[in-house]
């Protein structure tokens, strides 16, 4: 076991607080951090702290030596990859409006980009690599997120709610296909719209909200997210396709899993996120950067329904959010104040120990021991014996596992 010193990634949308705090650094930073990366991702590995302080990088390491740090299947598998990456998200302001393809749609986007010669860190670049991006976020404060289209009806109730002289032939649209097929039409018709005709339909829609929300309506949440996105991106189609999402407020320890196609959202909050490998982005809208329609309309999944929020599943390593992506799995261990009972971490595949609260004590079979405080990660290969985990301190505590999935 090997601790980890990871990255910061400096995103505008990031928090100058959230971050520098659990770390321990002066509050608040020079500048928004938005994410901290434990993985082997390309773009900034985490590095291994070797006792005599020198570091190494984990990416290194494991091409080095992928047997001993991935096992046999999970190298075989992904290709001597470490197929997941975990992160803390601080989000501070909403992220860009963006959906990630599938396996097959990966693969095969890739091979065309390639072919056509676009550089990989080209600003037009969809597939800068060939494979999945399904992703799985679990609030460690109250954390507020788009996903997944909601249920047609309930979409023309707020359509309905909000109706203008303009919105009406829109909301009609869905009211005579209510279904995935309808609702499909409606984002590819608001997200194609000429500019000018977007500028008389959005300021009449956040008119219509403003009203909704001082006369307290029943759907006062979805209109002050349509307001914010409004204020910050006036004349963005993003913004009209937000008002078909499932507007989710998740409390501390819940999670939602974000298959290939779920067009989805970040507003606010901090959580802890594991995601494949993967840099493929397909953004709809609330952004500057590339956003490509048709490749969009390619991956993105219409499916309405409900967005499943998860509790997690007691199991052996606390509670597990089952899901069915083969590149990760996620689980969360929580003491209370006073609670001293041991976690025991079998290895046999590759995984990421994380503390985000109190600190606890790794001690493996071999007899090795290692400090884990609020913040701070550790590196189990593959190879290596099996760990305690135990809780120091009298506060509560916390640890998040990541690992390959099935």
């Avoid at 959202?265 to 802890?272: N, R």
Wanted: a negative charge; hydrophobic letters at 40%.
């Amino acid at each position: 076991m090997e601790l980890l010193r990871n990255a910061v990634r400096p995103y505008a949308w990031g928090s100058r607080t959230t971050i520098p705090e659990l770390l321990g650094r002066e509050v608040p930073a020079p500048h928004p951090e938005a994410e901290l990366w434990m993985g082997a991702h390309p773009g900034d590995p985490s590095r291994i702290v070797e006792p005599d302080g020198t570091e190494r990088s984990l990416l290194d390491l494991i091409e080095a030596d992928p047997q001993v740090h991935l096992g046999p299947d999970c190298a075989q598998r992904w290709n001597n990859r470490l197929p997941f990456l975990l992160k803390i998200l601080a989000v501070e302001e909403p992220l860009s409006m963006q959906a990630h393809p599938s396996a097959e749609q990966s693969a095969e986007g890739h091979a065309r980009e390639e072919a056509a010669g676009i550089p990989r860190d080209a600003p037009n670049r969809n597939y800068p690599d060939p494979t999945a991006k399904p992703e799985l976020v679990c609030a460690l404060t109250e954390f507020h997120a788009l996903a997944g289209f909601r249920e047609p009806h309930r979409t023309i109730q707020l359509l309905r709610a909000v109706e203008t002289p303009g919105l009406a032939k829109y909301t009609e649209l869905l009211a005579v296909q209510p279904d995935s097929d309808g609702m499909r039409a409606l984002f590819t018709t608001w997200i194609t719209l000429p500019q000018a005709s977007l500028d008389e339909l959005l300021p009449e829609v956040l008119d219509a909200c403003v009203l909704h929300v001082k006369d307290h309506g029943e759907f006062d949440t979805e209109c002050r997210t349509i307001l914010e996105l409004g204020e910050a991106h006036p004349r963005d189609a993003g913004v009209l396709a937000a008002l078909l999402l499932n507007r989710l407020t998740l409390r501390a320890g819940e999670a939602i899993y974000l298959p290939a196609g779920n067009l989805h959202l970040y507003l606010h909050g901090t959580a802890v996120e594991i995601l494949a490998n993967s840099d493929n982005i397909l953004r709809c809208g609330l952004t500057p950067k590339h956003v490509d329609v048709p490749e969009l309309l390619r991956v993105v999944d219409f499916s309405c329904c409900d967005m499943p929020v998860m509790p997690g599943e007691p199991s052996g390593c606390g509670d597990v959010y089952r899901t069915d992506a083969p590149e990760f799995e996620l689980s969360r261990r929580d003491w209370a104040a006073g609670e001293r009972d041991d976690l025991r971490v079998v290895t046999g595949a590759p995984q990421i120990l994380l503390c985000t609260a109190g600190r606890v004590l790794v001690r493996a079979d071999d007899g090795a021991e290692l400090e884990l405080r609020r913040g701070e990660s550790i590196w189990l290969p593959a190879s290596d014996p099996a760990v305690h985990v135990r809780p120091l301190g009298d506060g509560r505590t916390q640890l998040f596992r990541a690992t390959s999935g099935r």
